[in-house]
């Protein structure tokens, strides 16, 4: 509510998303009793969070229960990256992206996904790296989202946490650009405040909100990132993307 109210005075909408943690605490169906398409700045709502295999089948049973109740409800789910643990998915990970592409987006009203892939690393001896899986994955999620006539967005990196590195405003580009490469038609910025009760950040982690509530470096390299993204928004989405040329 305090968050909405601060909107009412900008011209802004946001993304309600249940935090996975919040659904095993409490349930779901506690959310599904109101329809968020009412107000005029909740412009979507996020089911799931990173989703299991097991779990595609009741991702997809409680996505059409909501889009029965409330037709005009924009839905979406946020899936996990190449890189994640093989004990949450079956068979490859390509298989899981496809099964839930076929099983669960081909089939809603409003056609959304996105994922989250945070490529930018320090080693623990110094050395700076960047993940060599992250062009793959954007490709996977593009050419299934085109199949299948899908709205794709992207989490991207804004926070420091494990091994995950501080990021500055060419990293910032660089994943804007690599997004725009793939036909990416909406950003997400993880994270902007830092989630103090999540223990990946227990150890110095920020977002670009730190832990003082001020805003860290991150703040600032999105913010100048973003600016320069504005300059040409309009006439690349008059584009759909169509495949992406490599040298």
């Known amino acids: 509510e305090k968050v909405i109210e601060v909107l009412e005075e900008t011209p802004l909408t946001i993304r309600y998303q249940l935090w996975k943690g919040w659904q095993e605490k409490y349930g779901i169906e506690r959310a599904l009793n109101y329809d968020f398409s009412k107000h005029p ?39 996990y990256p190449c890189y994640v643990s093989e004990s949450v998915i079956e068979s490859t990970y390509e298989e899981h992206v496809k099964k839930f592409f076929e099983d669960v987006v081909s089939k809603q009203k409003y056609r959304y996904v996105s994922c989250d892939y945070y490529p930018f690393m320090q080693l623990k001896d110094g050395r700076k790296v960047m993940m060599d899986t992250w062009a793959y994955n954007y490709f996977l999620f593009a050419k299934l989202a085109k199949k299948h006539d899908a709205t794709l967005e992207w989490c991207i990196q804004t926070c420091n946490y494990d091994l995950h590195r501080v990021v500055d405003e060419q990293d910032m580009l660089l994943q804007i650009y690599l997004s725009l490469a793939f036909g990416v038609v909406g950003l997400l910025c993880f994270t902007y405040a830092t989630p103090l009760l999540n223990p990946d950040f227990q150890d110095g982690g920020e977002g670009m909100i730190g832990n003082n509530f001020q805003p860290t470096s991150m703040y600032y390299a999105t913010q100048s990132a973003i600016k320069e993204l504005r300059k040409i928004e309009k006439v690349y989405m008059d584009f759909k993307w169509d495949g992406t040329k490599t040298f």
Do not use: A, C, G, H
């Not at 700045?41 to 989703?51: A, G, V």
């Not at 109740?69 to 899936?79: C, Q, R």
């Open 41 to 79: 700045k909740i412009d979507r709502m996020s089911l799931f969070d990173e989703p299991t295999t097991p779990e595609i089948d009741r991702v997809k049973n409680i996505i059409f229960s909501v889009q029965d109740k409330f037709p005009n409800m924009i839905l979406t789910s946020n899936l």
